[in-house]
């Protein structure tokens, strides 16, 4: 079960490319995740460069053990790494997992990247793994983040209260949402109608 995701898994779309993060991408990685706007709704503090090498590391051990696959993002058009995500609460024998920990430079944020990411990484869980779930949360503070999980069609299901611990010892509530196997064609359609809408807002 734990190679349910192939580790040679590549996903390539006309903006991005998703590639299995490796060691050689540490010193890309860390050097973007200085800009501490990306962390302000995380659990911890990515622009510490001694929490992000143990985030990584991390990373890594969960892809061994099958709970996480992480990607790093790279834009096609200047082979420039500009971000990170992966899939994580890995279940193949419940056809589920979760998208997250999806983070890109602010460069970024507003434009098409998010959502071609988001289609590749669904188009990949519902016509190649067959998943039956796929669920995606978020700080229940994060309205941007909110808005871009409904905005590919997330269904919002509730807040999970107490679910995670902040490196500061505060507690998180987190927004969760889903798209089921059963919504996937008519999710997609939207998607796909709205990437190709929003590709002209490409820095």
């Not at 349910?4 to 390539?12: E, K, M, Y």
């Not at 999970?160 to 798209?179: C, E, F, H, P």
Request: glycine share 6%; with cysteine; aromatic share 10%.
């Amino acid at each position: 079960m734990a190679n349910w995701i192939p580790a040679i898994t590549t996903l390539s779309g006309e903006i991005v490319s998703l590639l299995p993060i490796g060691e050689k991408h540490f010193s890309e990685l860390e050097k973007l995740s200085k800009e501490k706007r990306i962390w302000e709704h995380y659990i911890y503090d990515g622009s510490d460069p001694d929490t992000f090498q143990w985030f990584l590391d991390y990373s890594l051990e969960e892809r061994e053990k099958g709970n996480h696959f992480p990607f790093v993002i790279i834009e096609n058009q200047t082979n420039k790494l500009i971000g990170s995500t992966r899939f994580m609460d890995i279940q193949p024998k419940h056809k589920k997992l979760e998208i997250g920990t999806t983070w890109l430079h602010p460069d970024y944020w507003g434009t098409a990247i998010n959502l071609e990411c988001k289609l590749l990484l669904l188009t990949f869980c519902f016509e190649t793994l067959g998943t039956q779930r796929v669920q995606l949360k978020t700080d229940e503070k994060n309205v941007r983040s909110r808005k871009a999980i409904e905005k590919i069609g997330g269904e919002f299901e509730g807040i999970v209260r107490n679910d995670m611990l902040r490196q500061n010892g505060t507690k998180r509530d987190s927004a969760l949402y889903s798209i089921t196997d059963r919504e996937w064609n008519e999710k997609k359609s939207k998607l796909t109608m709205l990437l190709q809408e929003r590709k002209k807002s490409l820095p």
